[in-house]
């Protein structure tokens, strides 16, 4: 949806996610589904949904193409939360949720840039 690419996915029993490591670029991310299985990571993370919504942390993802990716996301279905638009900051860039609620913000600000 963003524009990753895959690097290894690693699946649960019930098919959610365990483990992917994304690429972009020369970047990595890597991340996991919610899962409710007692452990101490799992004692420790929420789903949205389960929280009315809100986040504790959201990342902000640098693209060339704010546009691009921007039509991506809409094109998955993913709810758009704050639309596209030029920043006062610099870059252009959006906010959305990815497919299990979470919050992302996407643009083409460019923190290594700025002086």
């Known amino acids: 949806m963003f524009g990753f690419e895959r690097h290894a996915v690693y699946s649960n029993e019930d098919g959610s ?3 992917a490591q994304l690429v972009m ?3 990595m991310l890597m991340l996991g589904s919610e899962r409710s299985d007692g452990s101490e990571w ?3 993370i929420r ?3 389960e929280m009315g919504g809100v986040e504790t942390q959201a990342p902000y993802l640098v693209v060339s193409d704010a546009d691009a990716v921007y039509a ?3 094109e ?3 709810p758009i939360v704050l639309e596209i638009r030029d920043e006062d ?3 252009r860039g959006f906010s959305c949720r990815d497919l299990e609620g979470h919050l992302w913000s996407v643009g083409s600000y ?5 002086k």
């Open 17 to 19: 996610i365990a483990h």
């Open 25 to 27: 670029g020369g970047g």
């Open 42 to 44: 799992s004692e420790r």
């Open 47 to 49: 789903q949205p949904d």
């Open 72 to 74: 991506r996301v809409r």
């Open 76 to 78: 998955a279905g993913a």
């Open 89 to 91: 900051y610099g870059g």
């Open 110 to 114: 460019d923190p290594w840039a700025v």
